[in-house]
C-alpha cells in the first residue's frame, strides 16, 4: 500500500528566504504526486502536480518541486518567500495513476516570519 | 470555474443532534470523498463514492453515514453527534472516465467547521 511521509510538521522561515518542503512516499508502482496549499479556514488548492515527463515541476504562485523517483521524493521550494505563503502543504500519490484515491501526507506548516 | 460547494462554512451542533453535512459539485464527476482534519492528524478519509447510490468506508467511518442519491450531490451523515465529532470537515471531488481527475487530482471544498457542544 502506498503511504506519504512529509518529514517536518512546522517549518518557520524569513521573508524572502529559500524553503524545501519534504514530502517522501512509497510506493511499488509508477504514481502520480501533487502538492497542496491550504490557508486558514478554506479548503485545499492544487500547487502543483507531477504525472510524467520532465521531472522538475513548476506550480503557481512561484513553486516549483522535483520528482526523484530513486529517492522516491517529490520535495516543493521557493527561492523566496513572502508573508503570503504561510499556510499549510499537503503532498499527495495516485497510485498507479488512478483518479480514485489519493493518499495524503499529514501536512507542514510553513510560517513565514517578517 | 469549477466548483465543490460545502453549504455551511460553520456550524455548531448540539450533543446527540443528527447532523447533515451537504456537497455538491459541479463537474460531472464520478467521485466524491469526505474527510476530516484535526490538527495533527492530517486528512483522514470517512466515507467516499464512486458512482450514484454507491458508497465505500474509509478509514473512520464509525459514528458517519453518507448518502449519494445524485451524482452530484455527496451528503455526510452525524446520526448522534459527539464532542469527539468536533473537527474540520471537507468534500473533494475527482473525474474518472475524461482523466481530468488525472490532471487535477481532486477539487476540494472550502470545509465545514463543525463544533458540537
Redesign the interface.
Known sequence: AQSVTQLDSQVPVFEEAPVELRCNYSSSVSVYLFWYVQYPNQGLQLLLKYLSGSTLVKGINGFEAEFNKSQTSFHLRKPSVHISDTAEYFCAVSEGGSARQLTFGSGTQLTVLP | DVK?T?SS?YLVKRTGEKVFLECVQDMDHE?MFWYRQDP????R?IY?S?DVKMKEKGDIPEGYSVSREKKERFSLILESASTNQTSMY?C?S???RT?S???????????T?LTVV
Open positions: 465543490v460545502q462554512r467521485n495533527g492528524l492530517g486528512l478519509l467516499f464512486y471537507l473533494a475527482s473525474g474518472e482523466g481527475a488525472l490532471f487535477y487530482g481532486y477539487t476540494f471544498g472550502s470545509g467547521r
